[in-house]
């Protein structure tokens, strides 16, 4: 089992192993959390895995409680109504919650359980790639509204994260790419050699789930993406220095795809798409050299990302969806450029204006 400490403000550990959920002591560890035990997860992570988690966790009978599956679910709405469960089942202060599920169990269990009661514990066991490599670790939680992405949340740490690759084995191969589009992003702003690992292993492997082919590389690699997660977290733990905006690499233009999509596009799909073109925009205002442009579209098309997306065609409805982006000001749009593979530009963040939007607009429409 890997065993990785994120030493922020209030320090947590990260489990990650293959078949570790059968095999770690849950009796000491739930003793140390709480007496009681709340399970959030979603619908489709509960028909897969509610009988066999709650035999496993039986000494301590968690209240089990779902919600529907979806990026469309994480919202006020479904927090509001979780809350209410939470209170006619009488659950108050010395409960601990479990997140089982992914990025979307994480973000909105996460802040939940910051809120609810003016905080509780959580522990988180993501059940996605997307989760296992960002989305569970950082500290960030939250929900969406209908016009912007992640815009209501806390900055909110587990207690623990247990992550079971075998979970894995029961995720379709959409999923298995969204997270690899989180993996790519981190390659890419902090570790060109990550990025070498990636295509090395994927040239080496053609079967259709080759992300699940060997575990050791699998878990190396997700260990490898929370380092680098770690590194810029735990320098920057609540965006106030600037660094761990660089997190957001792909994701201005992303988060803008999802949103124009009332969040249908799965959001490693966007990201992905957000990583073509915001590294095309690195290279047109002089950042990113011609060269290392070509082997990221490369990598992006190797590694079978769809580039096409219906929802950048309307100049106005993405200039909308920018500005009310978390990085914007009243006065500009910013985004992360990309320097070289495994380096940003400096200073984080940079502005960007019409002009480019319409140029890369006008590229990426013809780029196809
Ligand atoms: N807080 C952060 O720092 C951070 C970072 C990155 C992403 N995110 C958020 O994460 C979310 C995306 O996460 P996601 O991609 O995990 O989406 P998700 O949680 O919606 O999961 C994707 C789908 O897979 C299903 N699923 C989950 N585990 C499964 C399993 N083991 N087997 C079969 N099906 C399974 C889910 O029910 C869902 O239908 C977005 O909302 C994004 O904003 C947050
Ligand atoms: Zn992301």
Redesign the pocket.
């Known amino acids: 089992m890997i065993k990785i400490h994120i030493n922020v403000d209030t320090p947590y550990d990260i489990y990650l192993g293959a078949g570790i959920l059968n095999t770690l002591n849950w009796t000491s560890i739930f003793q140390s959390y709480a007496k009681r035990f709340v399970v959030i997860s979603?619908t489709?992570?509960s028909t897969?895995y509610r009988e066999k988690l709650l035999n496993l966790w039986s000494e301590y009978s968690p209240l089990w409680l779902n919600f529907e599956?979806?990026?469309a679910s994480?919202t006020r709405e479904t927090k509001a109504l979780l809350e209410d469960q939470l209170q006619e089942a009488g659950v108050n202060r010395d409960a601990c919650m479990i997140a089982v599920?992914?990025?979307?169990?994480?973000?909105l269990a996460g802040f939940l359980a910051a809120t609810y009661n003016r905080g509780v514990p959580v522990i988180y066991i993501p059940?996605?790639l997307?989760?296992m490599v960002?989305?569970s670790v950082?500290g960030?939680?939250g929900v969406n509204t209908s016009l912007s992405?992640?815009s209501i949340g806390v900055f909110s740490q587990p207690k623990a994260i247990y992550m079971d690759i075998d979970?894995?084995n029961?995720?379709?191969d959409n999923?298995l790419q969204?997270g690899l589009a989180?993996i790519l992003k981190h390659s890419l702003i902090r570790d060109v050699k990550q990025f070498e690992r990636l295509l090395k292993f994927r040239k080496a492997h053609s079967e259709e789930s080759w992300l699940l082919s060997d575990k050791m590389w699998l878990l190396e690699t997700i260990a490898e993406s929370i380092r680098i997660k770690k590194e810029v977290v735990v320098c920057d733990e609540k965006e106030t220095g600037g660094l761990r905006q660089i997190l957001n690499f792909g994701h201005t233009i992303g988060h803008a795809i999802e949103q124009l999509s009332g969040y249908t596009v799965?959001?490693?799909e966007a990201v992905a798409i957000g990583i073509y073109l915001e590294s095309y925009l690195s290279y047109c205002r002089g950042y990113l050299s011609w060269e290392n442009f070509s082997k990221i579209e490369k990598a992006l098309k190797f590694l079978k990302f769809q580039l096409n997306t219906p929802y950048l065609s309307d100049l106005n409805a993405i200039s909308n969806a920018l500005s009310v982006d978390k990085k914007s000001t009243a006065k500009e749009w910013r985004m992360v450029f990309l320097k070289s593979i495994g380096t940003v530009c400096d200073n984080y963040v940079r502005a960007f204006d019409k002009a480019d939007l319409e140029k890369l607009l006008t590229w990426y429409r013809e780029s196809l």
Do not use: S
């Open positions: 979603d489709t992570v897969l599956a979806g990026e994480k599920g992914g990025g979307v169990v994480c973000d059940t996605t997307l989760a960002d989305a950082g960030k939680t992405k992640n979970f894995l029961t995720l379709p999923e969204n989180e799965a959001h490693g």
